[in-house]
C-alpha cells in the first residue's frame, strides 16, 4: 500500500507543469487583428483659423465698427452636376434625377465672381492684388468673407486662402447667413 | 546506418516563445501608431489650401470637431446630430445646440473686450466640411455657434495641405 502510494507521488512530481497557452494567443492574434482591421494611417490635415463676430447674442460690448475689406462670392455659373459616390465624383444621370439623388456642383467647372471693396474679377490671383492694396495701405485692415447662395466650401476656402497669402490674419464671416 | 527513430513517446512540441513575441511586438507597434484622435474624423474630401497652418492636435485635449460631408450632414464623433433630409421643423437644431452648449461650456472662457467682465469662449471649432458641401451648412454651425449662451467665435476649417495631396491622400 505504502509503496503504492510513494509511487502515485513520484508521478505527480514527475508530471511537467505546464501553463496553458492556447487561450493567451487566441486573444492575442484576435487583438492583432483588431488593430490590424481599425489602422488608418494619420494624415497631416491643415486648419485655416476663422472668427465671427464676437458679440453675436451678448449686446453688451459698444465696439466701435471697424472698416473692413469685404469679400462678396457670387456663383456665375454654378458648373456641372455630379453624384458623389465612394469613389469620387460620377456624371448626375436621369436615372438620379428620377430618383431625386442628391447633387453636388463639380469644383472644376464653377464659375465664381469676387467682389473686394469695389473691384470685381472672376480670377483668384486678382483677388489677392486687390486685398494685397488694401492691407498695403493699412496693415491692420481685416476683411470679411461674405458668401452668397449656392457658393460651395471649396469656393470660400480658397477665398481665404487667397486673404491669408495676402497677409491677412484677422478673416470674419459675414453674417448674413442664406435661408 | 542508424538513423533516428521516431519515439512514439517523446513530446513533439514547437517553441511558441520566439512566435509570441513577434505577435506581442506587433500589437505594441499597432497601439502605437493607431491615433484615437483620428477617430473623430469622418471620410470627406477636404478642399486644398496653400496657406493653412498644419493641424497637430494634443491627443490628451478634447478638441470639439463637426465633420460635414457633401449631402450636409452634420457629424461628431461618428453620430449624427443634424441631416438635412431628417431634421425639419423648429426643433431641428436642437441637438446640435445642446452640443455646441456643451462644447462651449468645456472651454476656456476670456473676456470679450479687454476690461470687460462679459466671458466668452476662447478655443476654436474644427469644422471639416467636405470641398463640394454647399457652404449655407457651415453657414448654420456659424449661426449656431453664435447664438446666446453659447457664443462660441473662434472657428477652424480644415483643409488638405498641397504635400498631403502629392502623397495620394
Known amino acids: 500500500m505504502a509503496k503504492k502510494k510513494g509511487s502515485a507521488l513520484r508521478e505527480i512530481m514527475n508530471e511537467k507543469c505546464e501553463l496553458q497557452m492556447t487561450p493567451m494567443i487566441d486573444v492575442t492574434f484576435l487583438l492583432l487583428i483588431f488593430f490590424m482591421c481599425t489602422l ?13 463676430p464676437k458679440d453675436v447674442g451678448v449686446n453688451t460690448s459698444q465696439a466701435e465698427p471697424v472698416e473692413k475689406v469685404d469679400i462678396r462670392l457670387d456663383v456665375l455659373q454654378p458648373g456641372t452636376k455630379m453624384r458623389q459616390t465612394r469613389d469620387g465624383l460620377v456624371p448626375y444621370t ?8 442628391r447633387f453636388v456642383y463639380s469644383p472644376g467647372t464653377r464659375k465664381i465672381r469676387y467682389t473686394v471693396g469695389t473691384k470685381r474679377t472672376t480670377e483668384l490671383p486678382e483677388v489677392v492684388k486687390s486685398l494685397k492694396a488694401f492691407i498695403k495701405a ?5 476683411a470679411t468673407i461674405d458668401p452668397r447662395t449656392d457658393i460651395n466650401n471649396l469656393d470660400v476656402v480658397l477665398v481665404l486662402d487667397a486673404a491669408m497669402d495676402a497677409g491677412y490674419t484677422d478673416i470674419t464671416f459675414k453674417g448674413s447667413f442664406e435661408r | ?15 511558441m516563445t520566439p512566435m509570441i513575441d513577434v505577435v506581442f511586438l506587433l500589437i505594441i507597434f499597432f497601439m502605437i ?38 449631402d450636409g450632414t452634420m457629424i461628431i464623433k461618428k453620430k ?37 467682465n462679459v466671458n466668452v469662449p476662447d478655443e476654436p471649432v474644427l469644422i471639416r466640411a467636405d470641398q463640394v458641401t454647399p457652404f449655407k451648412y457651415v453657414q448654420y454651425i456659424m449661426e449656431r455657434c453664435g447664438q446666446d449662451g453659447t457664443q462660441i467665435w473662434k472657428l477652424q476649417l480644415a483643409v488638405s495641405t498641397p504635400d498631403t495631396n502629392e502623397g495620394g491622400e
Request: proline fraction near 9%.
Open chain 1, 40 to 52: 488608418k494611417f494619420k494624415v497631416l490635415e491643415g486648419k485655416l483659423g476663422a472668427y465671427l
Open chain 1, 94 to 101: 436621369d436615372e438620379d434625377i428620377a430618383a431625386n439623388r
Open chain 1, 138 to 142: 493699412d496693415p491692420e485692415k481685416k
Open chain 2, 1 to 15: 546506418m542508424n538513423l533516428a527513430k521516431h519515439d512514439s513517446e517523446t513530446d513533439m512540441e514547437m517553441d
Open chain 2, 33 to 70: 501608431i493607431t491615433d484615437m484622435t483620428q477617430q473623430d474624423l469622418e471620410d470627406v474630401d477636404l478642399p486644398v489650401a496653400e496657406h493653412a497652418q498644419p493641424d497637430k492636435p494634443d491627443p490628451k485635449e478634447w478638441r470639439p470637431v463637426i465633420n460635414v460631408p457633401h
Open chain 2, 80 to 116: 449624427t446630430y443634424f441631416d438635412p433630409d431628417v431634421n425639419l421643423g423648429p426643433e431641428k437644431w436642437n441637438d446640435l445646440d445642446k452640443w455646441l452648449k456643451f462644447a462651449a461650456d468645456n472651454m476656456e472662457k476670456a473676456p470679450i473686450a479687454p476690461g470687460s
